[in-house]
């Protein structure tokens, strides 16, 4: 194992300033205890004093039992003029309790007559004061060199002015902030090789913002520049265009350059600790996301899967489990042969390359993607699908009719859906009425309604989402309409798909699809 890189988690403070994004305090200690869990070093709370919410956190975090991570509170050095034992957000600093307290000071000398309103002198002495009075206090103190790079460009020599006032003042680390965004890799490379000779026995950190597309490049160049220090947060959230994304930095400080951050196993938690924030950010998982998204390892072109199969290692750059994740192969009219066999061996199907099945498929995948069809959200229809052109797939229901009735009484009444549905189950016969909000949703209901006793296992099958898009719009009113429905049961997720020139038909054949699937899954296991 190389190098260690001590791991900065800002999610609970600077993540949580995206916009849209709002933590509750349940949410940042559930937070805390899984990113203990994913093995990062410190985890950066949030401002204490700042708001209620922070200042309970704090409060509550002291009991958390942690295994390695040590919890870091976040503020400002001293105001202009006041005496540190004097100042509110010192004093909030140390009744949050941490051993580790982060403070950020003015590093560029436009930023100090222009914000602060103060001196140059002055404001050296606030970092110095400051940095000496929490440390006098017990704590490890980290100094954030607040717009470092930009102060740097200006003013060099006044930017390491303040890093040395706040090595005078204690700070056992030296952070460099990109608090714009706007630096430049070789600006970065420059600013912290001088950093490293004017101060070689500190420890050096990076903070980088998004807003140029550089966080992650330029964190990496800041470690092989000397750096050991990285902050980001977990899929990068954050203000503006976000910081540095750790769930890209992690393993490419890892795997690509041998430097010890987390253990293997630790790592390949790292997918399920991004899709775990994000829904606690209540934002949807970005699916290109490097790394952790869905589609980091999804393979689509022929050629690609065909190579693939072969050597892994010809269309991607490392094991996706070595984050968590997992290789997936698509199903479109750009498939060849080798995705069909690849998604075949998927589920267990023996189906050889030259047969003639396997070209019929094929034919059939793309003559339906021609229709409107796709597959690359829908992974269960083409599952159903690749099984009943095998011959090998048992309905567990067979339609005899349904029928919809939509009428609206009143002039600003809510339109009423009733739907009906006769299905033959094994020997009987299902007759079933249900009301819904819409008359998809009437549907699902009556299907469900004919189903139950027959099979209770679809009580636990959910609908999730459901998507209709226009595929010819210049069709108007009767153009043709693909569906895509998401369903999920307490372990697994899956999508299926529909596509006519009548909506109703359509979303019948995804909800069908879907339901068939759910149930299959109880037969698999």
């Not at 941490?98 to 560029?108: D, I, S």
């Not at 393993?251 to 253990?263: A, E, R, T, Y």
Request: aromatic share 8%.
């Amino acid at each position: 194992m190389g190098e260690r890189i001590t791991i900065y988690d800002t999610t609970l403070r600077d993540g949580a300033q995206r916009e849209g994004v709002s933590f509750s305090v349940e949410d940042k200690l559930r937070l805390v205890r899984r990113l203990d869990r994913l093995g990062v070093h410190l985890i950066e709370g949030g401002w204490p004093g700042a708001n209620p919410k922070d200042s309970e956190f704090f409060a509550a975090a002291r009991d958390l039992p942690l295994a390695a991570a040590r919890l870091a509170a976040f503020g400002s050095t001293r105001r202009p003029g006041v005496a540190p034992e004097q100042d509110a957000n010192l004093q909030a600093l140390l009744d949050a309790g941490t051993p580790v307290v982060t403070l950020f000071g003015k590093a560029w000398d436009f930023h100090v007559t222009a914000a602060l309103k103060t001196t140059l002198e002055e404001n050296l002495a606030m970092i110095r004061e400051s940095v000496a009075y929490l440390v006098a206090a017990g704590r490890e103190a980290v100094f954030d060199a607040e717009h470092f790079f930009d102060g740097y460009k200006r003013a060099p020599e006044y930017a390491l002015a303040c890093l040395a006032a706040a090595v005078e003042g204690g700070a056992r680390t030296l952070v460099l902030c990109d608090t714009n965004g706007g630096s430049l890799p070789g600006e970065v490379v420059a600013a912290v090789t001088a950093v490293r000779e004017r101060f070689p026995g500190v420890v050096l950190g990076i903070h980088a913002h998004n807003d140029s597309g550089l966080a992650v490049a330029n964190s990496l160049l800041a470690v092989e520049a000397g750096v050991r220090h990285v902050q980001g947060t977990i899929n990068g959230y954050g203000e503006r265009c976000g910081n540095a994304d750790l769930c890209s930095l992690l393993p490419l400080l890892q795997v690509k350059l041998g430097f010890d951050c987390l253990s293997s196993e630790q790592l390949a938690s790292l997918t399920r600790t991004a899709h775990y924030v994000a829904e606690l950010a209540n934002l949807p998982p970005q699916s290109n996301q490097p790394f952790v998204g869905r589609s980091a390892f999804a393979h689509k072109g022929g050629v690609h899967v065909s190579a693939l199969m072969r050597h892994p290692e010809t269309y991607e750059h490392l094991p996706p489990e070595a984050v968590g994740n997992e290789r997936r192969v698509l199903v479109s009219d750009q498939a060849g042969a080798a995705n069909v066999r690849y998604k075949a061996e998927e589920y267990h199907l023996d189906l050889d390359r030259h047969s003639s099945t396997t070209r019929l498929l094929l034919d059939t995948i793309k003559n339906l993607e021609y229709q409107g069809y796709s597959f690359e959200g829908a992974e269960a229809s083409f599952e159903l699908l690749m099984k009943k052109m095998l011959g090998i797939y048992q309905p567990f229901f067979e339609l005899i009719e349904f029928r919809l009735i939509s009428e609206k009484r009143e002039h600003n009444g809510e339109p009423l859906a009733e739907a009906t549905v006769k299905l033959r189950v094994g020997e009987q016969v299902k007759h079933t009425v249900a009301e819904g909000d819409g008359p998809v949703n009437a549907l699902d209901k009556a299907l469900r309604l004919a189903l139950q006793e027959a099979y209770p296992r679809i009580a636990e099958i959910t609908l999730t989402d459901f998507k209709v898009r226009v595929l010819d719009g210049k069709a108007g009113t009767a153009a043709k309409v693909r569906v895509l429905i998401e369903s999920r049961d307490a372990e697994r997720a899956w999508g299926t798909v529909g596509v006519s020139t009548n909506i109703i038909e359509a979303s019948w054949r995804a909800l069908v699809d879907s339901i068939e699937y759910g149930l299959m899954l109880e037969t698999r296991s």
